[in-house]
């Protein structure tokens, strides 16, 4: 019988020594090339493949116990399993399920199984190594005597992997946007949201910060208003009743490019300017802080007395009441001298 060739010394544990090296591979390109297309690729093994397959492999080191197909399916269930008990365990650490503690669980899981299974693999009596000629894929398949709608099965099994991925990786490497938003804020006079002038006296000077993200995936150029308004919930009829709205000075529009949601670094801000006002006066006030994108609406003429409460400004303040107009809002108390 001709017997099978195989690799000898370290080569036989070529595959174990290859997931090793690309786990690391992977560390350095999320460390230095975040964006490269490799991250993505070697990401996709990383996760669905590596850490099954050395579990299989430390598991079952002998060639009887499992034939190829049963391996490889069994490489990427078990990945699907692993993962996600890993992100479990760390959701209860105080680390979190964030990239780097994922990526170091990961990186350890694949390298300690995989140093488990080189040993595994050495003392075993007939290992299992993954180490195929055509030849050996031909009678794997068993071609010489399957018939023809085998053969014809076989081949578009084939195919339908090869298109599954190819798909898989037009998918990875033309990722879908993500949801386009603006993040639209206002801070107390310290940075934080906290310490908010609600409480003044006529005239005197209140100060908040306002701030915008812009997450888009477009340049926008962006236009805020501000408006003091007197308005009141009636309950019987279910209706916001406006009785006084102002203009405030200091509105403006600003352009902003578009840029990605961090969710692993720290916040930052893009755009912030403070805005200070007063009101002359006494009263619970409603000072509005509404954001347009790319054009602001028009308004009506002014009326004489400046309140646009009997005009059809009204309804920017009745859409940021109902949520239909990205707003902001900050209640202010007006005392008496």
Do not use: C
């Not at 492999?57 to 391996?71: G, H, I, S, V, Y």
């Not at 488990?116 to 894929?137: F, G, H, L, Q, S």
């Amino acid at each position: 019988m001709e017997q099978k060739s195989e690799p000898q010394g370290l080569w036989r544990y070529w595959d174990l020594f290859t997931i090793i090296a690309l786990s690391l591979l992977l560390d350095l390109f999320i460390a230095f090339f975040p964006d490269s297309i490799l991250r993505k690729v070697l990401g996709l093994a990383f996760v669905l493949f590596f850490p099954g397959y050395v579990f299989i492999t430390a598991l079952f080191p002998e060639r009887k116990e499992l034939d190829n197909l049963e391996r490889l399916a069994l490489s990427f269930g078990l990945s699907i399993a692993v993962v996600p008990l890993i992100g479990l365990v760390l959701n209860y650490t105080p680390w979190g399920i964030r990239l780097t503690p994922i990526l170091v669980s990961l990186t350890l899981f694949n390298i300690v199984l995989a140093v488990a299974a080189v040993y595994r693999r050495k003392t075993a009596i007939n290992p299992w190594i993954p180490w195929m000629t055509p030849e050996d894929i031909k009678r794997e398949l068993e071609w010489d005597s399957a018939s023809r709608l085998d053969k014809a099965l076989t081949v578009a099994l084939i195919i339908a992997i090869i298109i599954s991925l190819v798909t898989l990786g037009y998918v990875v490497t033309h990722p879908k946007p993500g949801e386009a938003f603006t993040e639209f804020y206002i801070l107390g006079p310290g940075g934080k949201a906290a310490d908010y002038p609600t409480k003044l006296l006529p005239g005197e000077n209140g100060t908040v910060i306002i701030g915008i993200v812009n997450h888009e995936h477009r340049n926008v150029t962006y236009y805020v208003q501000i408006w003091l308004v007197n308005l009141t919930w009636d309950s019987a009829t279910n209706t916001t009743i406006i009785h006084e709205m102002y203009p405030m000075p200091g509105w403006f529009n600003v352009t902003l490019p578009h840029v990605p949601v961090n969710i692993e670094g720290n916040w930052t801000p893009q755009f912030k300017t403070n805005y200070t006002f007063s009101i002359d006066k006494p009263g619970k006030w409603q000072v509005w802080f509404l954001l347009f994108k790319d054009n602001p609406p028009e308004l009506p003429p002014a009326p004489p007395d400046g309140n646009y409460a009997e005009t059809d400004a009204r309804n920017l303040i009745l859409e940021a009441v109902n949520g239909t107009i990205q707003s902001l809002k900050l209640n202010v108390e007006v005392e008496k001298v």
